[in-house]
């Protein structure tokens, strides 16, 4: 695929907002299905850095530079994939992101919202989103976090039946890194609920799904090079 991107500064909206700035990024690829008669998948993104201070660390966790001047991106971003003739699906998402820094603490949010269309078939929609708090408690070094998520997976096979997963999880965790990103150990400890809220049409084939809670403990060790 191809893409463009850029930033740009934004001198029009005076003194207050002087140091803001855009980025933005178009681009147009292969798509997912990309068989006999696909299309091209077209996508985009645009970030808004309220205060400025750009650069590659801004969407990366942790506030590494324990810093007094607040670091801000509002992002928004779009895709869509029509598919081809071999896999019958069309697909297109759209999703806002929020990242935030400021004295140690990294606050950073997205919501997503995915279309599948099966051409002629059933009709998937996808909706989720997800908020994490993390502090640095030694700069540089350990990082303490908690996040929590939902995803909602409601089902259309036709006007009147629907089932609606709904999955939520909650997590703490800390995190010592060695060398930044490069070298970091992960623990992770929560819970992951998933919930059946059945329609008419699934009141027999959906028996024996029940709602389902699972605790889980993770540890990640990471190297990059």
């Keep these: ?14 003194d207050f907002l002087a140091d ?7 681009g147009l690829f ?3 299905w990309a068989q006999g008669n696909s299309w091209l998948m077209p996508a985009m993104r645009a ?4 205060f ?3 650069d590659e660390n801004t969407y990366v966790e942790g506030d590494w530079r324990q810093s007094d001047e607040p670091t801000m991106g509002i992002g928004a971003s779009w895709f869509y994939d029509q598919g081809g003739n071999e896999s019958h699906t069309m697909t297109s998402s759209w999703g806002l992101d929020f990242t935030m820094r400021w004295y140690g603490f990294a606050l950073t949010a997205e919501w997503m919202r995915s279309k599948y269309d099966m051409h002629d078939f059933d009709r998937l929609h996808t909706r989720t ?13 350990l990082e303490i976090m908690a996040r929590y998520g939902k995803v909602a997976w409601p089902y259309h096979a036709s006007s009147t039946s629907i089932v609606l997963d709904t999955t939520t999880e909650w997590s703490v ?7 930044g990103h490069n070298l970091k150990t992960l623990f992770e400890f929560g819970r992951t609920d998933a919930d059946w809220d059945e329609g008419n049409d699934f009141s027999t084939s959906m028996d024996g799904y029940d709602d389902m809670k699972t605790w889980f403990a993770r540890i990640m060790f990471q190297l990059e090079w």
Excluded: C, K, R, S
Excluded at 20 to 26: H, K, N, P, Q, T
Excluded at 47 to 50: E, F, I, S
């Design 20 to 26: 803001m700035e855009v980025e933005y990024a178009l």
């Design 129 to 141: 989103w997800y908020i994490q708090l993390a502090y640095m408690a030694l700069p540089n070094e």
């Design 47 to 50: 970030v808004l850095y309220p």
């Design 1 to 14: 695929g191809i893409m463009f991107h850029d930033t740009l500064a934004t001198p029009w909206f005076g």
């Design 173 to 179: 965790g800390a995190a010592y890194y060695w060398e």
């Design 30 to 32: 292969d798509g997912v």
């Design 52 to 54: 400025g201070d750009l």
